[in-house]
């Protein structure tokens, strides 16, 4: 543990901050702000959306960026040298956007570099050779890693282009055709510098625009909420009374900008209020399901800033607010949050008793929302079910049981328990913030763990730096950037799904990458395709899961390749969805697709549980891989361990099996279950799992190998 923390602890201070950090950039470059301009103009690719998307940092990392995005960095660089910077705005005379769209289209984009080898590659050749480790073991894993992952990539290019061209075959002509970037580029944003009491403008494309006047002048925090991208995430549930109407009801919303968390993993959980905890599930492996259907009560949690609560809602559709009497009315005690929750947004709001709420009968689905909205657009929203005790064609046909089955119960209390790790970005972060984040994340759990197994105590987990919750490798993969030649052009949302069941051979761990948004830039629909085709091959190759998994990239070229074609569908032609042959729910999924303005192209005869399907956007061609639990994959891996040992990752075993672990006179079980009682238990059950997921990465045992 102290020798690989102290080796990520050198590889994050290794990472070159001027990569990712405005005032490290600013201080690397000599000279007046003109020598700011010219950084901007020379490494920072222009790009045509409307309004702000990555801010100052997020142009600077993903090495691209539209007039305010790239206007927003040199402010802020100027700013960084102890200057006073403000921002200039005007519309484009329609010749002049058009002038810079060709410019645009004839400039190429250099992405952040790769960290430097030199830097990197003398930490691991000390790691390797250290004697408190297995350095031939770690150098050998290491070097298969590699030697893997460029066989994937190679594999993964090729998937991408069979299927590509399968999928331009057969809706080639519903796409769009060549990207009018002209009109996204007439609203233009540049800089103006104070200098003696004068106002001189910083426009890196002023060789193209030439000398503008500007209509409009601001602070760099003062851009209107109109002008930035934004996704407001919600946590929804339906509730009826038996036999009665549906209806919604939001227990947790918050709004974000684009800029501001892009790149950063939100932590999404619903904490049950009342249910066993996954330590005493594994002492009753025999009847897990009943303890599922138990539960009574569920809180949704989100970890941003901080842990945010808003409302809890009961088994019988009773919905109140997350005060702290009503989650200890719940609870029975006062250890939801461990009776501490000073820390919890609407926590603490001086109401002595609890709130009588009348019973709306049943909850029958949970779902999180996505709506994003963008500059001089419509906004959308995206849905991903949490739990749906009723079905898709049930619901749509109005069909509500009087009452739930006592699967459909245990099959809420599952997934209620489930935990979601999201990342929202609007550009690639750089290698350089991915590997100084992560390493000093998994540094600071490597350092608890070895603190608390040498018996240190401690009642919370690491804070992990610069509010990356978790070392979250997929997520942190998949905000590097899919493609290097791919621009994002909005908001891109994916989101990992973790599923705990615990059986007789230990832990299972389910998890689904999901896809919820990928709205990149390109020359046309067709390049929008593809890069759609290739998120959806990158998520297989995240996951690591096998070809048999439902994947939309391996189902649809195997199929290819056995010469079984799909069928297309048009939001024209609706009814040609019946003539494939498939399960009601998986047709009903597809129908609110088509719903949307989609184009589908779905594999026939599918039931729900192998149902894949393409969604193209035909005003874009921004294309999904589809499942039934979204754009989506999921792979199942098992851990035949004792709960203990997969929570911690072999640290509590190691500390109790060793006599100064102990207690005098416990005994190992005693000193397992006091061991995972006692470090977390103002934590509440939530944050344990998080706390625990953490750790077991960190300890180089993880569920997948990690």
């Known amino acids: 543990m102290d020798a690989t923390a102290e080796a990520l602890e050198a590889i994050a201070a290794a990472a070159p901050r001027a990569d990712f950090e405005v005032p490290a950039l600013a201080a690397s470059i000599d000279g007046d702000s003109g020598a700011l301009s010219a950084w901007v103009q020379a490494h920072i690719a222009p790009d045509a959306y409307r309004g702000e998307l990555k801010g100052a940092e997020g142009a600077l990392e993903d090495r691209r960026g539209n007039s305010l995005d790239r206007a927003l960095l040199l402010a802020a660089l100027v700013k960084a040298k102890g200057g006073t910077a403000r921002l200039a705005r005007t519309t484009l005379e329609s010749a002049t956007a058009l002038k810079l769209a060709e410019t645009i289209a004839a400039e190429s984009h250099t992405p952040a570099a790769a960290l430097d080898a030199t830097r990197i590659d003398p930490i691991l050749a000390a790691l390797e050779s250290d004697t408190r480790i297995n350095g031939a073991a770690l150098k050998a894993a290491r070097e298969k890693a590699e030697g893997e992952a460029a066989a994937a990539s190679a594999a993964g290019d090729a998937l991408r282009s069979k299927v590509t061209a399968g999928l331009v075959g057969l809706v080639g002509s519903r796409l769009p055709g060549e990207t009018a970037t002209a009109v996204m580029l007439a609203d233009h944003w540049w800089v103006q510098v104070e200098q003696g009491g004068v106002w001189v403008d910083l426009d890196p494309d002023a060789t193209t625009v030439g000398a503008l006047s500007a209509t409009e002048t601001m602070d760099a925090d003062a851009v209107p909420q109109s002008e930035k991208h934004r996704v407001t995430l919600r946590v929804v549930a339906e509730t009826a009374p038996r036999g009665g109407a549906l209806t919604t009801t939001t227990l947790l919303e918050r709004t974000y900008d684009t800029a501001d968390v892009n790149g950063r993993i939100l932590s999404l959980a619903t904490q049950p209020l009342n249910a066993p905890g996954l330590d005493a599930l594994a002492a009753t492996k025999g009847d897990i399901a009943a303890d ?188 590097m950037g899919r493609d290097g030649d791919v621009a994002l052009a909005g908001t891109n949302i994916a989101l990992l799904r973790d599923t705990a069941l615990i059986g007789d051979d230990g832990l299972s761990m389910i998890q689904v990458f999901d896809i919820v948004a990928n709205p990149v830039a390109g020359p046309n629909g067709a390049a929008r395709l593809a890069a759609g085709v290739g998120d959806t091959v990158l998520e297989h190759q995240l996951m690591g899961a096998p070809d048999g998994s439902v994947n939309t990239a391996i189902a649809f070229a195997a199929d290819l390749d056995a010469g079984k074609p799909w069928g297309v569908v048009t939001p024209d032609d609706p009814a040609a969805l019946d003539t494939l042959g498939l399960a009601p729910d998986a047709a009903a999924l597809i129908r609110s697709d088509l719903a949307r303005g989609a184009v589908v192209v779905a594999r026939p005869g599918a039931t729900l549980a192998d149902a894949t399907w393409w969604r193209i956007d035909p005003a874009t061609g921004e294309t999904v891989g589809m499942t039934a639990a979204g754009g989506s994959e999921a792979a199942e891996y098992v851990v035949a361990a004792s709960i203990w040992v997969v929570v911690f990752g072999g640290a509590i075993k190691l500390r109790c099996e060793r006599s100064g672990g102990r207690q005098g006179g416990q005994s190992y079980a005693e000193c397992a279950a006091a061991s995972y009682s006692n470090p977390f238990a103002r934590a509440g059950e939530a944050v344990k799992k998080k706390i625990g997921g953490a750790l077991d990465a960190a300890s180089g045992d993880a569920l997948k190998g990690f």
């Open 292 to 479: 599922y259907r138990a539960g009574t009560a569920w809180l949704p949690v989100l970890v941003a800033d901080g842990p945010e609560i808003q409302n809890l809602i009961r088994d019988d559709g009773a919905i109140l607010e997350a005060t702290d009497a009503n989650i200890q009315q719940q609870t029975g005690v006062a250890a939801a949050f461990g009776g501490n929750t000073s820390g919890l947004d609407q926590i603490g709001s001086g109401e002595e008793e609890p709130a009588e709420a009348a019973s709306a009968g049943q909850f029958t689905s949970a779902w999180i929302e996505f709506e994003i909205t963008a500059p001089g657009a419509p906004a959308h929203t995206e849905r991903r079910v949490i739990f749906d005790a009723i079905g898709a064609e049930a619901r749509a046909n109005g069909a509500v049981p009087e009452e739930l089955t006592d699967a459909a119960l245990a099959a809420r209390g599952q997934a209620l328990r489930d935990t979601y790790a999201i990342v929202i970005q609007g550009g690639a972060i750089s290698p350089a913030r991915a590997a100084s984040r992560f390493a000093a994340s998994v540094a600071m759990a490597r350092r608890f763990v070895a603190n608390w197994l040498r018996g240190g105590a401690s009642e919370t987990g690491p804070l992990y730096p610069d509010e990356f919750r978790l070392p979250n490798l997929e997520l942190t993969a998949w905000a």
